[in-house]
């Protein structure tokens, strides 16, 4: 999937705006992605391994916050000849239409449907699969365990949740040594002193982390029986919780 340089944070700006999902990021979120965020590739990887593994015949996935569809076309690839059903939501009409074009460029079998919506207003069923892969941390923090119980209500005994987030600490020293160790992750993949200041400032209101602790004890209360962060490099991590 073609993406142009992120240069998005490269000049300074008096005033910089909330980060969007607009039609500026969808043009060069791979190549945000790929600088930003360590092991996005693994994790996606492995979204396509855990698929083969749980994705039922006729069952529905969803993969909330589907940007331009990396998770769901690593999925679609590992579940040919089920007859399930990917439902792939992002309420960024940006993000969708690159999304549509880069699942137009390969053949499947595997029905996936579109849908330009607000995750909190999906309805949930026959699910044995579900992905938050970096989007829960974009909810208003008071939504989420609404969010993960209607995911819950509406999976298959057996079914699995998939969640990637940035996390946040209690311990203020290993919080310093994971965010130094991310800032030096994106020098070394080329962005400025000013681009991650400008884009820190950016995701300042809009993103919010959680600890692990505070996803574990919202999956546990909500009824999930299983759970484990099955990858983690520096403050970013991916989780599953099993039904």
Same mark, same amino acid.
């Given at each position: 999937?073609?993406s142009?340089?992120?240069t !998005?944070y490269?000049q300074?700006t008096?005033? +910089? %705006?909330?980060f969007a999902?607009d &039609?500026?990021v969808a043009?060069?979120?791979?190549?945000m992605i790929r600088?930003?965020?360590?092991?996005?590739?693994?994790?996606?990887?492995?979204l396509?391994?855990?698929?083969?593994r749980?994705v039922?015949?006729?069952?529905?996935?969803?993969d909330?916050?589907?940007?331009?569809?990396s998770?769901?076309?690593s999925?679609?690839?590992? !579940?040919?000849?089920?007859?399930?059903?990917i +439902? %792939?939501?992002d309420?960024s009409? &940006?993000?969708?239409a690159?999304?549509?074009?880069?699942l137009h460029?390969?053949?499947?079998?595997i029905q996936v449907?579109?849908?330009?919506?607000?995750i909190?207003?999906i309805?949930?069923?026959?699910?044995s699969m579900?992905?938050?892969?970096?989007?829960?941390?974009?909810l208003?923090?008071?939504?989420r365990?609404?969010l993960?119980a209607?995911?819950?209500?509406?999976?298959?005994p057996?079914?699995?949740?998939?969640?990637?987030e940035?996390l946040c600490?209690?311990?203020?020293v290993?919080?310093?040594?994971?965010?130094e160790?991310?800032?030096d992750?994106?020098r070394?993949?080329g962005?400025?002193?000013?681009?991650?200041s400008q884009k820190?400032?950016a995701?300042e209101?809009?993103?919010k982390?959680?600890t692990?602790?505070k996803?574990?004890?919202?999956?546990a209360a909500?009824?999930?029986?299983?759970?484990?962060?099955?990858?983690?490099?520096?403050?970013?991590?991916?989780m599953?919780?099993?039904?």
């Amino acid at each position: 999937m073609h993406s142009s340089q992120d240069t !998005i944070y490269a000049q300074a700006t008096d005033v +910089i %705006a909330d980060f969007a999902f607009d &039609s500026k990021v969808a043009g060069v979120f791979n190549d945000m992605i790929r600088r930003s965020v360590p092991g996005y590739a693994q994790i996606i990887n492995t979204l396509g391994d855990l698929a083969e593994r749980f994705v039922t015949p006729n069952s529905h996935v969803y993969d909330l916050g589907c940007s331009l569809g990396s998770a769901t076309l690593s999925i679609r690839r590992h !579940i040919e000849g089920r007859k399930a059903t990917i +439902i %792939a939501v992002d309420n960024s009409e &940006s993000m969708l239409a690159r999304c549509r074009e880069n699942l137009h460029a390969y053949r499947s079998d595997i029905q996936v449907d579109l849908v330009c919506a607000d995750i909190r207003d999906i309805q949930f069923n026959n699910a044995s699969m579900v992905i938050l892969n970096f989007t829960l941390q974009f909810l208003p923090p008071e939504d989420r365990d609404a969010l993960i119980a209607a995911i819950y209500a509406g999976m298959q005994p057996g079914g699995i949740l998939v969640i990637s987030e940035k996390l946040c600490f209690d311990d203020e020293v290993i919080q310093q040594l994971l965010d130094e160790r991310h800032l030096d992750f994106k020098r070394a993949n080329g962005y400025s002193e000013l681009e991650i200041s400008q884009k820190r400032s950016a995701l300042e209101n809009v993103m919010k982390p959680d600890t692990m602790e505070k996803h574990q004890a919202r999956l546990a209360a909500t009824g999930f029986k299983h759970f484990s962060p099955w990858f983690q490099c520096f403050n970013f991590t991916s989780m599953v919780a099993i039904k």
